[in-house]
């Protein structure tokens, strides 16, 4: 059964940085890729970032210059490092795995509903 744990969350001011962890089990990291997403109250998800397994990514025009996505395959978890944060960045933070996929890292944040397997979210909040 795969289970991810996504952590890291909380309040901080604009212009401050949040480093996001998602630890994932139950998976190889080598058949997977994983993305993060967000989701404000009332608004529909959206893809922030994604990594392949072969270390591809992909990031929103909105975070491209401030976010970094990365993958530890020993310890099993994916960070999404954000700096410069903005108050637009308030949102609920996922983490979701794509199995056996092969492609593009674009493409699995493009199939934001048809990811496989998703974890509990942590809030990011940005004051102004």
């Known amino acids: 059964e795969v289970q991810l744990q996504a952590s890291g969350g909380g309040l901080v001011q604009a212009g401050g940085s949040l480093r996001l962890s998602c630890v994932a089990s139950?998976?190889?990291?080598?058949?997977?890729?994983i993305g993060w997403f967000r989701q404000v109250s009332g608004k529909v998800r959206g893809a922030v970032a994604c990594?392949?397994?072969?270390?591809?990514?992909y990031y929103d025009d909105s975070v491209k210059g401030r976010f970094t996505i990365s993958s530890d395959h020993a310890k099993m978890t994916v960070p999404l490092q954000m700096n410069s944060l903005k108050p637009e960045d308030t949102a609920v933070y996922y983490c979701?795995?794509?199995?056996?996929?092969?492609?593009?890292?674009?493409?699995?944040?493009?199939?934001?509903?048809?990811?496989?397997?998703w974890g509990k979210g942590t809030q990011v909040t940005v004051s102004s």
């Open positions: 139950g998976l190889s990291f080598d058949d997977y890729a």
């Open positions: 979701a795995t794509k199995k056996f996929w092969f492609g593009s890292p674009s493409g699995v944040c493009l199939r934001n509903n048809e990811m496989d397997d």
């Open positions: 990594i392949t397994k072969d270390g591809a990514t």
